[in-house]
């Protein structure tokens, strides 16, 4: 079962949230940085700009329809498996979506995406701040969780842009 109080060792709660803090960057910062890669694949693939779009709508779509259940999951065993889903639904999609030869491909990876950024957004990373720090810490964690989202974004966007100039958008896209 999952504790619901706070740890009241001092250093055990920081090492969550900068692991949580981590996991943000990792999720927000590659899914604000795809509009980057839509030119080279479709441009690459032959395809048009609905085909990245739709698979753009279906990863919010998935993003939003996952949380809930990630969050239910979360409660039920624990964040960090959930955590783990989340990094194999990342490694699937953006792989998919790297090495996509059809439309069905691209949007399944995209989907994939989705389901990753909702088992490793804010919902499952700030409930696990809230059960680790104290009612008085809670408002700083979530101020450093959001903020990293946001670093992420920050970090991403240069980064992807250097990857795809150096190494081509499919690879660029397996690296982030």
Same mark, same amino acid.
């Given at each position: 079962?999952?504790?619901?109080?706070?740890?009241?060792?001092?250093?055990?709660?920081?090492?969550?949230?900068?692991?949580?803090?981590?996991?943000?960057?990792?999720?927000?910062?590659?899914?604000?940085?795809?509009?980057?890669?839509?030119?080279?694949?479709?441009?690459?693939?032959?395809?048009?700009?609905?085909?990245?779009?739709?698979?753009?709508?279906?990863?919010?779509?998935?993003?939003?329809?996952?949380?809930?259940?990630? $969050?239910?999951? !979360?409660?039920?065993? *624990?964040?960090?498996?959930?955590?783990? =889903? &989340?990094?194999? %639904?990342? /490694?699937?999609?953006?792989?998919?979506?790297?090495?996509?030869?059809?439309?069905?491909?691209?949007?399944?990876?995209?989907?994939?995406?989705?389901?990753?950024?909702?088992?490793?957004?804010?919902?499952?990373?700030?409930?696990?701040?809230?059960?680790?720090?104290?009612?008085?810490?809670?408002?700083?964690?979530?101020?450093? $969780?959001?903020? !990293?989202?946001?670093? *992420?974004?920050?970090?991403?966007?240069? =980064? &992807?842009?250097? %990857?795809? /100039?150096?190494?081509?958008?499919?690879?660029?896209?397996?690296?982030?």
């Amino acid at each position: 079962q999952v504790a619901t109080t706070p740890s009241r060792d001092l250093s055990f709660p920081w090492l969550i949230i900068i692991a949580g803090c981590f996991v943000a960057i990792l999720t927000i910062g590659p899914r604000s940085a795809l509009g980057l890669f839509q030119l080279p694949l479709i441009s690459e693939r032959g395809w048009d700009r609905q085909t990245f779009g739709l698979a753009i709508a279906l990863q919010n779509l998935f993003w939003g329809l996952g949380q809930p259940f990630f $969050g239910a999951i !979360a409660d039920k065993y *624990g964040s960090w498996k959930v955590l783990l =889903l &989340s990094a194999i %639904f990342f /490694a699937l999609g953006f792989g998919l979506m790297a090495t996509a030869t059809t439309p069905i491909l691209l949007h399944l990876g995209g989907s994939m995406v989705g389901l990753g950024i909702g088992a490793g957004g804010f919902g499952i990373i700030l409930s696990a701040f809230a059960r680790h720090v104290t009612p008085e810490q809670r408002s700083f964690a979530f101020g450093l $969780g959001t903020a !990293a989202g946001s670093a *992420g974004m920050f970090i991403f966007a240069p =980064l &992807s842009q250097e %990857f795809i /100039a150096r190494f081509g958008w499919s690879q660029a896209l397996l690296v982030i």
